[in-house]
């Protein structure tokens, strides 16, 4: 018959991009410059004997980020929002406090990496190049629509594989990795505790928690004007929704352990084997590599800094914005208007302008790195102590309270990181 048209057929590439959504970009942005200096200062200071970290947080790092996306979704609210219901509020001020400046030394590292390797690859004035990577994040976030930009994130996330295709192009003894993939060497001299504290801080961090929650709320107020009703207070279905959320997750944690994984194994490889233990900077993780590796594989990860830190700092501001105004009970969102949530986009622009500035400070980098996901590792505990009491209890989840093996591995993932974190802290004293 005339007019009728057969609907057209939904393509698998199409069906997938759908399902990726919070969880992929929050995994991706867990490997911004900050991250790759600690990984990189890993693999070049203690070799293959940190890579059992990356293959043992996987699963709690699932975890605890499918908690992060069950509060948002089944709530509608944010982690701070919900926290003022079960916490004091000077403990959940002090916590967010802490990551804002925790989030704004990661600000800070991540624009001198993108800035130095940018240098490194075309040349120029890094402080110019650094003001061009803070100027573009704060603009991009306050006036593109929400539908639009966070496809633009999404996209970004296709760099990682350049971690990948590093690995890919140096020679690896596969044995003695798999030995200290699965048989863990353990020190408890300082230095190796905060290589490790730093190591699970950048895996586990606490920006992540508060980014993929305030995400999918995001992501429930812009279905094209009709928006998503909260999990709990539907009487039946949101099966599709908890699937959606498990396979994004999942998804996104194993990229990002994998490149995790990559960048040890790489600067391990190279690096340590060459007896370069002393690396300050992603980016000069990057230049030692080019006389070793050859230049493909300087090329591939110096643009692999530059690529995660376009995606990172958007989720390191935005965090930040959305922890502060959460707790204020200010209007948060990246789909409103500046004159609509003022206070969400001042934080975002003091924060990545703090970042910016802080570059100039004749400051070690790599110990502000690694004292920022220690920071980081800390500040977890108390939140992620938060993040299960809400996900646990009926009142506020309703019908979708945390099944038993997710409070498990959630309370695992809290545990390890308090254990961690007290072996530093006993380790200095």
């Known amino acids: 018959m005339l007019g009728i048209q057969k609907p057209v057929p939904k393509r698998r590439g199409n069906v997938l991009l759908r399902l990726l959504g ?78 804002v400046v925790a989030n704004t030394i990661n600000i800070a590292a991540d624009i001198v990496a993108m800035a130095a390797a940018l240098h490194l690859v075309i040349g120029g004035l890094r402080h110019e190049h650094a003001l061009i990577f803070a100027a573009s994040s704060v603009l991009l976030q306050v006036f593109v629509p929400y539908r639009r930009y966070a496809p633009i994130l999404k996209f970004l996330t296709l760099i990682l594989f350049c971690y990948v295709a590093v690995v890919l192009t140096i020679d690896v003894p596969w044995t003695q990795v798999l030995v200290s993939t699965f048989l863990p060497s353990i020190s408890l001299s300082r230095d190796f505790l905060i290589i490790l504290v730093a190591v699970l801080g950048t895996t586990i961090s606490p920006y992540l928690f508060f980014w993929q929650a305030s995400q999918e709320v995001e992501e429930m107020r812009r279905k094209h004007g009709h928006p998503r009703r909260p999990l709990n207070i539907l009487v039946r279905g949101g099966g599709k929704e908890l699937t959606r959320m ?102 975002i622009f003091v924060a990545t302008l703090l970042g910016f500035a802080m570059g100039f400070l004749p400051i070690n980098p790599i110990k502000l790195l690694v004292w ?38 959630g309370w695992g993932a809290t545990a390890l990181m308090s254990v961690t974190v007290g072996a530093l802290l006993w380790s200095a004293f």
């Open 22 to 99: 919070p969880g992929l970009v929050t995994g991706a942005a867990d490997d911004d410059p900050s991250g790759i200096a600690t990984y990189s200062q890993a693999g070049s200071q203690f070799g293959y004997g940190l890579l059992w970290t990356v293959f043992l947080t996987t699963p709690f790092m699932i975890a605890i980020q499918l908690v992060s996306a069950h509060i948002g979704r089944v709530t509608g609210k944010g982690i701070a929002a919900n926290a003022k219901q079960f916490c004091p509020f000077p403990m959940l001020a002090l916590s967010v406090s802490l990551l």
């Open 246 to 347: 498990t396979v994004d997750t999942t998804a996104g944690m194993i990229l990002s352990n994998l490149v995790a994984y990559s960048i040890i194994l790489a600067t391990a490889s190279t690096l340590h084997a060459r007896g370069v233990a002393d690396i300050q900077t992603a980016a000069q993780a990057a230049e030692a590599l080019r006389p070793i590796a050859g230049n493909l594989t300087f090329l591939l990860f110096a643009l692999g800094i530059i690529g995660t830190g376009l995606l990172a700092i958007p989720v390191l501001a935005g965090s930040a914005a959305y922890a502060v105004a959460e707790l204020f009970g200010w209007p948060s969102s990246l789909a409103a208007k500046f004159p609509e949530a003022f206070g969400f986009y001042a934080i």
């Open 372 to 409: 920022a996901a220690v920071i980081n590792g800390i500040v977890a505990v108390p939140i992620m102590a938060m993040m299960m009491s809400i996900v646990t209890n009926s009142e506020a989840m309703g019908r979708f309270r945390a099944r038993p093996s997710l409070a498990i591995a």
